[in-house]
């Protein structure tokens, strides 16, 4: 399984952008797809995840009521729409994909990983 993010960019402080996550390979294999996030000198933290089955969701508290995670199955592919972005929202976003889950948070839980995408968000 192959994870390639891509969106991130610059942008002011209040904007706006729009991450994608395409999957190839075995995409059967992926029912968990879920973003992190992580800064410099800070470690990985979850951002908010998917399922396939079904479709729920489960965001941080950091990131809900900005943030809105989607997902075109025929496509493969996953986004992150992010808004209302402020400057503690930069970091290098990666996005990540497993079989199986217990829980959305855990970085342990994910078998497959994207490059990372930055995003830099002004004040």
């Known amino acids: 399984v192959q994870l390639q993010a891509s969106g991130g960019g610059l942008v002011q402080a209040g904007g706006s952008l729009k991450l994608s996550c395409a999957v190839s390979?075995?995409?059967?294999?992926?029912?968990?797809m879920a973003w992190f996030r992580q800064a410099p000198g800070k470690e990985r933290e979850f951002v908010v995840g998917?399922?396939?089955?079904?479709?729920?969701?489960y965001y941080a508290d950091s990131v809900r009521g900005r943030f809105t995670i989607s997902r075109d199955n025929v496509k493969n592919t996953v986004f992150l729409q992010m808004n209302s972005l402020k400057p503690e929202d930069t970091a290098v976003y990666y996005c990540?994909?497993?079989?199986?889950?217990?829980?959305?948070?855990?970085?342990?839980?994910?078998?497959?990983w994207g490059q990372g995408t930055q995003v830099t968000v002004s004040s």
């Open positions: 390979g075995r995409t059967f294999v992926v029912n968990y």
């Open positions: 998917i399922s396939r089955p079904g479709g729920s969701t």
């Open positions: 990540a994909a497993t079989r199986t889950i217990g829980t959305f948070v855990p970085t342990t839980n994910y078998a497959y």
